[in-house]
């Protein structure tokens, strides 16, 4: 594991074609991203993985598998430092002194005050860090009920949508199209509401991945030789209850727990 020492350390090994897959103007602009923690290494998307693999752990998000661990520790360190009682107010959550839980996906999912995870869930730093990002920094806005997509809202401008939707609409869609009764356990599962079709969808279903964010998923079936098609919509409140990388992360983490389920149950 090596820490980068400067920006430019980061720079000099990207391709530097300045493409802007990744959501920024320049190269040298995401090195300096990358550095401060803001952007993922593996956000460009022409990055060697060996350069993920050597500076895993030593800036916010570097890994396929999710959010860096020190990243996660100066999460823990500043929850130490916020008032529980009232943090649990504002995001929908409760504390009973010692633990904040609320609900992820209709699963109990907490942490106490030395930092320890207690969940029915099983934890991927995908899913983690976006309960800390939300516990912490969240404004406790309520949902307005206006959905808009990734596209629209300030996280989505600043990051390549193509990105998003290979890591998170293309993963889902796949699963959608070969398991059929993913909508099904959704609601069964994970506390999901199918609601009224919308935006002329065939299925649209509405999540709480934490309380005060929720995400509908719509899908459109396969038909006359169009391909079916699948998208994420967001509360236009999403990005102040989650700032910027963690709503992206958080689909991420979904999608991948959804993709474990259907491969669990081997319905093609
Ligand atoms: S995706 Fe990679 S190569 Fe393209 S601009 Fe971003 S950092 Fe540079």
Redesign the pocket.
């Known amino acids: 594991m090596n820490q980068p020492a400067n920006a430019m350390e980061i720079f000099t090994q990207?391709?530097?074609?300045?493409?802007?897959?990744?959501g920024?103007k320049?190269?040298l602009a995401?090195?300096a991203a990358v550095f401060q923690a803001r952007k993922r290494i593996s956000?460009?998307?022409?990055?060697d993985p060996g350069l993920v693999r050597r500076y895993e752990n030593t800036t916010a998000y570097v890994t396929q598998e999710g959010p860096g661990e020190l990243y996660m520790e100066n999460l823990k360190q500043e929850l130490s430092q916020i008032d529980l009682p009232e943090a649990a107010g504002r995001i929908g959550a409760e504390y009973d002194g010692r633990i904040l839980t609320l609900h992820m996906l209709g699963k109990r999912f907490g942490i106490d005050t030395d930092g320890k995870f207690m969940t029915d869930i099983h934890i991927n730093p995908n899913v983690a860090t976006p309960f800390l990002e939300y516990v912490v920094h969240s404004k406790g806005i309520d949902p307005t009920g206006t959905w808009v997509s990734f596209r629209e809202l300030r996280e989505g401008r600043s990051f390549?949508y193509p990105f998003f939707q290979k890591r998170c609409e293309l993963v889902l869609k796949n699963i959608a199209d070969s398991y059929t009764g993913l909508f099904g356990d959704l609601v069964e599962l994970f506390s999901a509401s199918k609601v009224p079709a919308q935006f002329e969808s065939d299925v649209s279903v509405i999540l709480y991945p934490l309380p005060k964010v929720p995400i509908m998923i719509c899908y459109w079936m396969e038909e006359e030789g169009m391909d079916s098609t699948l998208n994420l919509f967001f509360d236009s409140s999403a990005d102040d209850n989650l700032p910027e990388g963690s709503l992206f992360a958080l689909c991420v983490g979904m999608a991948l727990m959804f993709e474990k389920i259907s491969h669990n149950h081997r319905i093609k």
């Open positions: 990207l391709e530097k074609s300045n493409c802007r897959e990744c920024e320049t190269c995401f090195a956000q460009c998307t022409r990055v390549s």
